[in-house]
């Protein structure tokens, strides 16, 4: 079947353009491994608008439960695009579960995936004190001691906003300090902080949540322990990205490169939003309205042709 457009990722971006699509009686096909985007692994999530709290999980059924709302549009869940093919004026999307769909445009709100530790314990503990998001769940953790891993702007400004929470924050830093020296100053001069330079970090540790962290100090050779009960991994995230490089302009993290006024990438068929744009700020409620904006857009380049 051949669509009018297909919309890539199932967060707050892709559902968010899959009901106004719908809405503008676009012909649409929404693909997505699952609905709720990176949040679907956070314990509470106090930053979506109009929403005081709500789990990550149950997000994610809101956000079906609002799409599925919506009459006529085609929904792929349970699979992911792993290439698309310019044919000339159309696409064909091929997916990891070997279909393949044909759409005369598409709109990519894939997001991105957080770069993991890859250590004992990060994925086990999960939602459980291992966080990804500093400004979506620092608040988590009033009076409690964390760390954060990550020397680079990303470590610094999770640091930033654990400020007003946190009892005390660790900073683990894998060689020196990076970023901004402005953000550097402000976190070295507040008697929470204390950074740890030459740490790698090996295990993540806990029995229900998380209770501490070991760490090898690659100055001494010697193995250390902290007691805690967050750890805010800050390394950086890579953008879904892959399945469209060659057909739209890529930034050097590998993010699809927009004209913000109407989140068009390079390509004249191509739409982005959301974490795997080159957005500057990576957030649910921004994902959706730059979803929109796309679809918006999109709808009037079809009422012109």
């Avoid at 100055?219 to 057909?247: C, H, M, W, Y």
Wanted: net charge neutral; charged share 25%.
């Amino acid at each position: 079947m051949q669509y009018d457009l297909v919309i890539v990722g199932g967060g707050p971006g892709g559902v968010a353009a899959g009901v106004y699509a719908a809405r503008k009686k676009i012909k649409t096909l929404l693909i997505a491994d699952s609905f709720g985007g990176q949040s679907l692994v956070s314990a509470d999530v106090q930053n979506w608008i109009g929403t005081r709290s709500v789990s990550g999980f149950d997000l994610g059924q809101m956000l079906e439960e609002h799409l599925r709302a919506q009459e006529d549009i085609g929904i792929e869940i349970g699979d992911r695009v792993k290439e698309v093919k310019d044919q000339g004026e159309t696409f064909s999307i091929y997916t990891e579960q070997g279909k393949i769909f044909e759409a005369k445009y598409l709109l990519v709100a894939s997001g991105s995936r957080r770069r993991k530790l890859g250590v004992p314990g990060e994925n086990e503990y999960n939602g459980k004190g291992v966080a990804y998001c500093s400004i979506c769940d620092a608040p988590l953790f009033k009076n409690k001691v964390v760390a954060v891993v990550g020397g680079g702007n990303a470590g610094l400004e999770a640091v930033v906003d654990l400020l007003p929470y946190a009892a005390r924050i660790f900073l683990l830093v894998s060689s020196v300090l990076k970023g901004d020296p402005i953000t550097q100053a402000k976190i070295k001069a507040d008697p929470k902080v204390e950074i740890i330079t030459r740490a790698k970090t090996l295990q993540i540790i806990g029995d229900e949540f998380v209770t501490g962290l070991r760490y090898l100090d690659t100055d001494t050779n010697i193995e250390k322990r902290l007691e805690l009960q967050g750890v805010f991994v800050e390394i950086g995230a890579e953008p879904n990205s892959d399945f469209v490089k060659g057909l739209v302009k890529l930034n050097e993290r590998g993010e699809i490169m927009v004209d913000h006024k109407t989140q068009q990438a390079s390509h004249p068929r191509i739409w982005a939003a959301g974490d795997v744009s080159d957005v500057l700020y990576k957030q649910n409620n921004i994902s959706a309205g730059d979803a929109i904006k796309a679809v918006l857009d999109l709808y009037k380049k079809i009422s012109k042709t």
